[in-house]
């Protein structure tokens, strides 16, 4: 049941006008990245607005109604010397939005604001029409979802480093989930950057994984996203059409969101066949509430799934009745209290 709203709730909309608003603080920061601004406060002494301005070739009055609405959202951290604002990092934003970070989220960033925002202006059309908005927002039809999603190799590197990102973020959680360590051969579907093989192999040595992705992905993860790991291999292929390697365990992590179901039933048979007797499948996904009632985040994730690919996001119990058509059994859920969760199902 809703929560009662008091009088002066009524009388002046603050949560609604917060919500209208969050677009405008979504792009603040973004455009923050793009200017290099956290970059720079990240290697400097505290800095004026007009001195920002100067090194990023900005407009001083751009630049400080800028730097002070980071402020207002506890970003950055101004103090006044002898009459003059002066600009500094906060641990955040050095953490995640300066790029040399280790945990930067820049990439994710970048992908956010120049893919994702022109496909949920389209957000309406979506809901109308029950279909992804690629066509509208990149002149790509709508069932080539990854022909959209790759359209050029630039796009293609900012998707993997949106994926790249999110297991720096989420990747631990994940495959701690459950426990791992008996399953020594492990494939990782669309496994992209290999940054999730990376956290699977930190947590279990002893486990050998192949990343399996398409050629133009591979290609692209070696050359700018691999790092020396000898447990690690990449593999390209089609996964709905070529052969797969047999493995003890076949991680998915945010695939089968991107499809409807019986496409996701198809490839979910063809892991069982690959899978070798006593092996499982780990699906890593943004899960609902069984209700649909939330978590927001998902179901924010569920409404990116409309207007761009062809899948959704789902409650457990869908995800169980996926997996028990496509062979496997006795499907377990582990909630991590963070953006994505894991199911463990066995062959």
């Known amino acids: 049941m809703a929560e009662q709203l008091s009088q002066s709730e009524l009388d002046y909309p603050f949560k609604l006008l917060e919500y209208f608003n969050g677009f405008r603080i979504s792009k603040i920061i973004f ?12 290697t400097s002494d505290p ?14 009055d751009g630049a ?17 010397t002898q009459g003059t604002a002066l600009y500094s990092s906060t641990d955040v934003s050095n953490l995640y939005l300066a790029k040399d970070s280790p945990k930067s989220l820049q990439a994710m960033i970048q992908y956010q604001s120049q893919t994702i925002y022109p496909l949920w202006h389209h957000m309406a059309q979506a809901v109308r029409e029950g279909k992804n908005q690629n066509e509208k927002a990149f002149g790509i039809p709508a069932e080539q979802i990854f022909e959209a999603i790759y359209r050029s190799e630039d796009e293609m590197l900012k998707f993997m480093g949106l994926m790249n990102s999110s297991w720096i973020l989420d990747g631990h959680d994940v495959v701690t989930a459950f426990d791992l360590a008996p399953f020594q051969t492990v494939v990782d579907l669309g496994g992209c950057t290999g940054a999730l093989a990376r956290e699977l192999c930190r947590q279990y040595p002893s486990s050998a994984v192949t990343v399996f992705d398409l050629p133009s992905v591979t290609d692209a993860a070696q050359k700018h996203f691999a790092q020396d790991d000898d447990n690690i291999t990449f593999q390209s292929g089609d996964f709905f059409t070529d052969d797969l390697p047999p493995a003890d365990l076949f991680v998915l992590a945010r695939v089968v969101h991107d499809w409807p179901e019986e496409k996701c039933v198809a490839l979910l048979r063809r892991v069982h066949a690959a899978c070798k007797p ?31 690919t062809q899948g959704r996001e789902r409650p457990p119990s869908e995800y169980a ?3 028990d058509r496509g062979g496997f059994h006795g499907a377990q859920v582990r909630r991590t209290g963070k953006c994505y969760d894991a199911i463990l199902a066995l062959r």
Do not use: H, K, W, Y
């Open 321 to 323: 009745a996926i997996l």
């Open 31 to 42: 455009s923050a990245c793009e200017l290099g601004v956290f970059d720079l406060l990240l």
């Open 64 to 80: 400080e109604r800028l730097l002070d609405a980071l402020v207002g959202v506890e970003i950055l951290e101004v103090e006044t």
């Open 278 to 308: 006593g092996g499982a499948v780990l699906l890593v996904e943004a899960l609902l509430f069984e209700s649909r009632r939330g978590p927001v985040t998902a179901q924010c994730f569920s409404l990116n799934m409309l207007v761009q």
């Open 47 to 60: 800095l004026s607005a007009a001195q920002i301005a100067a090194r990023l070739e900005l407009s001083a």
